[in-house]
Structure formats: C-alpha cells, structure tokens
C-alpha cells in the first residue's frame, strides 16, 4: 500500500494543478487567458500554480505578441505527460 | 479514497471541457431538421413546377433561407447552453470546428454551385448531403461522438441521391430534415436534459 501512494506525485495533489496538466495533455497548447477561463481563476492564483509546474519542468512557457499584446503560451514537456501519466496511473491503481 | 474519485473525475471533464465543444444542443438539430423539412415542401410543391431558370433562382434563395434559419436556431440554442454551463460559446476549440467544418462545406457549395449554373441540379441533392457528412465527420472529433454518425449517415445518404438521380429530394428531405432531428432528440434526451 505505501508504495502505491509513493507513485501519488506531492507537485499534482492541488485541483487547480490537476486542472492545469489536464488541459496540457490534450491540447497542443494552451495560452493564460484559455486556461484561466476553464478553470475561472483570477489571474494570481493561477500564475503561481503554473509557475510551481513550470519550476518543476512539468510544463513551458513561451512568451510571444500578437498584435501588441503579450502572449504567453504553455506546452506540457515529455516530463510532463510522464509524470502526469503516472500520477494518473496511480490515482486508478488506489481507487480499484 | 473519496478524493482520488474526485480527482479522476475532474481531470475527465477538464480534459474534456478544453478540447471539445460541448455545448451543441439537441434542440438545434431539431429545429434544422423542421425548417429542413419546410424548405424541401416548399421546392416540392412550388419551384419544381416553374420554369427551369425561374426554378434555379428560387431553389438557391429557398437553401439560403432554410440554411439562415437553421443557423440562427444553432446559435442560439448553443449560446443558451453555454450560459446555463456558464462557458463562453466562442473559444478556441469553436473556431478549431467552424475551421473543420468550412473547408468541407465551402467545397460543396461551391460544387453545387458549378453544377446548378449547368443546369444539372438532379446532382446537387447528393453532394450537399455527402459534402455536409464530410464536414460533420471532419469536425465531429471536437464535439460529441453523435456527430460522427450523423455525419456517416448524411454520406451514406448522399451516395443513396447519387444512385437514384431523380428522387434527390426524398434522401435530402430525409437527410437534412428526419436525421437532424432524430439526432437532435437523442442528444437532446442524452446531454441536454441533465
């Protein structure tokens, strides 16, 4: 039992997290005001979650202008989708 | 225990909620399939006796009026969706549809258009109907799974038109008008009545 929630990854526990990386799996990528609206955050609360994955090497940020305003758009890394498929493998294993 | 389930659920529907348009109603279809319905009476019973170059002008205003309604009906069912789901009706996974579904559509159409300027309209029955099953099954990975089969069933029909040339608007009546909404009641039942 230890062992399988060793597998239950600390940096996904929070919901906002989880929202975060299910987002990135199935799209190509996702830039802020798309994932702050699916998830209806405020702007604060969601810059520091995705900071955290983005420290994490979970997920990346590039920064870009359309038009004259800034852009920042977020891919999931092979990490990542690892990581993220293994936390997800493990949330499966506990509830079975 | 509890929370895993919880997680699992969530990560479902925000998988689901950032790729899919979800807020398609079932009223939509049926509503199409109504005015679909009507605007085929109408050619039936009111162009078709006309004079060729009179029929042609009437038959093209008598689409255009039934796709408009159709449209307006689309729009507005789906954007009273979106709201009672407290989502934006346009984001980016709308316009990756419309996208899916113009290329197909455009195509048509213009196809269509080609061919009714020679003349030929028995034609045209069956290639709205297979170019509109094209763009369904086309823009169906981004929305619910009906979609795919509405849009297997629109081709099937459109081929069936192709076959018997001169019942074109049996399978049209059918395809456009008795499929949309009998789809359109089945998502309807399915996802709207939650």
């Known amino acids: 039992m230890a062992n399988i929630i060793a597998n239950l990854n600390k940096a996904f526990e929070s919901r906002i997290r989880l929202g975060i990386m299910s987002v990135l799996m199935v799209n190509e990528s996702a830039d802020f005001g798309t994932i702050k609206d699916l998830l209806e955050l405020t702007d604060g609360n969601l810059a520091s979650h995705l900071k955290a994955l983005e420290g994490s090497d979970y997920i990346e940020c590039s920064k870009q202008f359309i038009g004259r305003k800034p852009n920042t758009k977020y891919t999931i890394t092979a990490l990542g989708r690892q990581s993220f498929q293994e936390h997800l493998n493990a949330l499966a294993n506990l509830i079975r | ?194």
């Open chain 2, 1 to 194: 225990m509890e929370k895993q389930l919880e997680d699992l659920k969530a990560i479902r529907e925000m998988m689901e909620k950032s790729s899919k348009f979800l807020s398609l109603s079932g009223l939509s279809g049926v509503m199409a399939g109504i005015t679909a319905i009507l605007g085929a009476a109408y050619a039936y019973f009111f162009i078709l006796g006309e004079h060729i170059a009179v029929a042609k002008i009437l038959l093209i205003l008598d689409a255009i009026i039934v796709l408009f309604i159709s449209i307006s009906f689309g729009i507005y069912f789906s954007w009273k969706k979106a709201r009672k789901s407290n989502q934006k009706l346009f984001n980016k996974v709308t316009l990756r549809i419309l996208y899916n579904l113009s290329i197909p559509l455009f195509v048509g159409g213009i196809l269509s258009g080609i061919f009714i300027s020679r003349g030929e309209m028995e034609i045209v029955a069956s290639i709205t109907l297979i170019f509109y099953g094209l763009a369904l099954v086309n823009a169906s990975k981004y929305t619910i799974d009906e979609i795919h089969y509405l849009g297997i069933t629109e081709i099937i029909l459109g081929l069936a038109a192709a076959i018997f040339l001169y019942n074109g608007i049996i399978f049209w009546t059918i395809g456009f008008g008795v499929c949309h909404i009998i789809y359109g009641l089945i998502m309807y039942k399915k996802y709207d009545l939650k």
